[in-house]
């Protein structure tokens, strides 16, 4: 991944700070890189990501000693960040070769920043603006140029931002904000790509972002359609056999209803007849369902809650709904593969052990709805404290905590 970037700045100015973020940490003055003693000077270098990720706005110390030494012990804070940012500021100026003897670190009214009148250029930036530009284009049309400025961004996503400070809390929303362009760039530049019809090109960007985020659900969907698209129906098949397949495995994740569409959609073109009445119902019933609990979408289960209310209404018989909310504990990483396994995990154990006439639903990533139609206030909250303990059992863990409400049905406002 160095390497590849590295490419990028054969011909780089040499009073220009690089720095390199997306999928791999380096800063570097012509083609000398200066990050390479990071893990030597691990504490310099966090100080230098943190003023650079909030570089357009002023930082009062007390934030640096948070993210410096949250964990460790410092007798003098305050001594011990001067003295980095005096490092860090004789480390970058030498390095750059400033002609101006600027600083790229200010100091003003009790606060550090990023001089944004230094001589650097980031990767961050460029992604951003290159986005920016071809949002501009495909608004005026301008789809030939809106495609290059897209696929010009692409090839500065080589993966999350600051990737290897997976737990630092500091990096996270930072790091959603480019992730969430990443996806929307894929999205527009396919969608681009397919009104051109050029159905080859969308095959690639699909198979190279996959090489980034192999556990990004969209991405696969958007591949599987191409390949549907290009008339390569076997493979659209093997390819939906292993992202379901892998999915499950690595974060114990069912297909979605998405990608089930899609595996329809396989299954119709590839029997290239008309379907009878037997092969449709096969579809909407679907093998891979449980047969456990049914499992729906949260529009569905709205309709399900209130065809129970009126049940309910006209047999006096009671039905109850649990909430189960994942929450994760305390100074624990905000990291959304522990919440997507957490979730998958949990839907799978609710899924599998609860009875045929409950229904469940992922109503968000975070958040699970059960309907108990039957049972008494007791019964429910017995089977609810069963599956619990059943999962803290079966997969025990330090970073999530799950909180249970269960009221009868009209108590709670969905």
Same mark, same amino acid.
């Given at each position: 991944?160095?390497?590849?970037?590295?490419?990028?700045?054969?011909?780089?100015?040499?009073?220009?700070?690089?720095?390199?973020?997306?999928?791999?940490?380096?800063?570097?003055?012509?083609?000398?890189?200066?990050?390479?003693?990071?893990?030597?000077?691990?504490?310099?270098?966090?100080?230098?990501?943190?003023?650079?990720?909030?570089?357009?706005?002023?930082?009062?110390?007390?934030?640096?000693?948070?993210? /410096?030494?949250?964990?460790?012990?410092?007798?003098? %804070?305050?001594?011990?960040?001067?003295?980095?940012?005096?490092?860090?500021? !004789?480390? *970058?100026?030498?390095?750059?070769?400033?002609?101006?003897?600027?600083?790229?670190?200010?100091?003003?009214?009790?606060?550090?920043?990023?001089?944004?009148?230094?001589?650097?250029?980031?990767?961050?930036?460029?992604?951003?603006?290159?986005?920016?530009?071809?949002?501009?284009?495909?608004?005026?049309?301008?789809?030939?140029?809106?495609?290059?400025?897209?696929?010009?961004?692409?090839?500065?996503?080589?993966?999350?931002? /600051?990737?290897?400070?997976?737990?630092?809390?500091?990096?996270?929303?930072?790091?959603?904000?480019?992730?969430?362009?990443?996806?929307?760039?894929?999205?527009?530049?396919?969608?681009?790509?397919?009104?051109?019809?050029?159905?080859?090109?969308? +095959?690639?960007?699909?198979?190279?972002? *996959?090489?980034?985020?192999?556990?990004?659900?969209?991405?696969?969907?958007?591949?599987?359609?191409?390949?549907?698209?290009?008339?390569?129906?076997?493979?659209?098949?093997?390819?939906?056999?292993?992202?379901?397949?892998?999915?499950?495995?690595?974060?114990?994740?069912? %297909?979605?209803?998405? *990608?089930?569409?899609?595996?329809?959609?396989?299954?119709?073109?590839?029997?290239?007849?008309? +379907?009878?009445?037997?092969?449709?119902?096969?579809? !909407?019933?679907?093998?891979?369902?449980?047969?456990?609990?049914?499992?729906?979408? %949260?529009?569905?289960?709205?309709?399900?809650?209130?065809?129970?209310?009126?049940?309910?209404?006209?047999?006096?018989?009671?039905?109850?709904?649990?909430?189960?909310?994942?929450?994760?504990?305390?100074?624990?990483?905000?990291?959304?593969?522990?919440?997507?396994?957490?979730?998958?995990?949990?839907?799978?154990?609710?899924?599998?052990?609860?009875?045929?006439?409950?229904?469940?639903?992922?109503?968000?990533?975070?958040?699970?709805?059960?309907?108990?139609?039957?049972?008494?206030?007791?019964?429910?909250?017995?089977? /609810?404290?069963?599956?619990?303990?059943?999962?803290?059992?079966?997969?025990?863990?330090?970073?999530?905590?799950?909180?249970?409400?269960?009221?009868?049905?009209?108590?709670?406002?969905?």
């Amino acid at each position: 991944m160095l390497a590849s970037s590295l490419n990028l700045i054969e011909n780089a100015d040499e009073d220009c700070l690089k720095v390199f973020t997306l999928g791999h940490f380096a800063v570097t003055s012509g083609r000398k890189v200066l990050s390479d003693d990071c893990k030597r000077s691990q504490q310099l270098w966090n100080l230098f990501k943190y003023i650079l990720t909030y570089r357009n706005k002023g930082i009062i110390q007390e934030n640096f000693f948070n993210v /410096l030494w949250s964990d460790k012990e410092c007798d003098n %804070p305050s001594k011990a960040l001067q003295n980095l940012i005096y490092r860090l500021r !004789m480390l *970058l100026n030498y390095g750059v070769l400033n002609k101006d003897g600027e600083s790229i670190i200010n100091y003003s009214q009790g606060c550090y920043s990023w001089n944004k009148e230094f001589n650097y250029w980031t990767d961050v930036d460029e992604f951003e603006e290159l986005y920016n530009k071809a949002k501009v284009s495909e608004k005026r049309d301008d789809t030939i140029n809106a495609i290059e400025l897209y696929e010009r961004a692409l090839m500065l996503y080589k993966g999350d931002y /600051l990737s290897e400070d997976v737990y630092n809390e500091w990096v996270t929303t930072v790091r959603n904000y480019y992730h969430r362009i990443y996806m929307d760039i894929i999205g527009r530049l396919t969608k681009l790509l397919k009104q051109n019809g050029r159905i080859q090109d969308i +095959l690639k960007v699909c198979e190279e972002a *996959l090489m980034i985020e192999p556990f990004e659900e969209t991405l696969h969907i958007l591949y599987i359609e191409a390949l549907i698209e290009a008339g390569n129906i076997k493979l659209a098949q093997s390819q939906y056999e292993y992202v379901t397949s892998m999915l499950y495995k690595e974060m114990g994740v069912k %297909p979605s209803t998405a *990608l089930r569409n899609l595996y329809h959609q396989i299954k119709c073109k590839d029997d290239k007849i008309l +379907l009878d009445i037997n092969s449709i119902q096969e579809i !909407m019933m679907d093998r891979s369902d449980s047969e456990g609990a049914f499992f729906c979408e %949260p529009d569905t289960f709205i309709s399900f809650y209130k065809l129970e209310s009126r049940r309910e209404a006209r047999t006096g018989k009671v039905v109850f709904m649990a909430m189960l909310t994942i929450v994760r504990t305390k100074n624990r990483t905000n990291d959304s593969k522990i919440l997507k396994k957490a979730m998958g995990m949990l839907l799978d154990m609710l899924i599998q052990d609860l009875r045929k006439g409950d229904v469940v639903s992922k109503w968000s990533e975070s958040q699970i709805f059960v309907l108990l139609p039957g049972p008494t206030l007791e019964q429910a909250n017995m089977v /609810l404290a069963r599956l619990l303990n059943k999962y803290e059992l079966s997969y025990p863990s330090k970073s999530i905590n799950i909180e249970t409400l269960l009221q009868p049905i009209g108590y709670l406002d969905i």
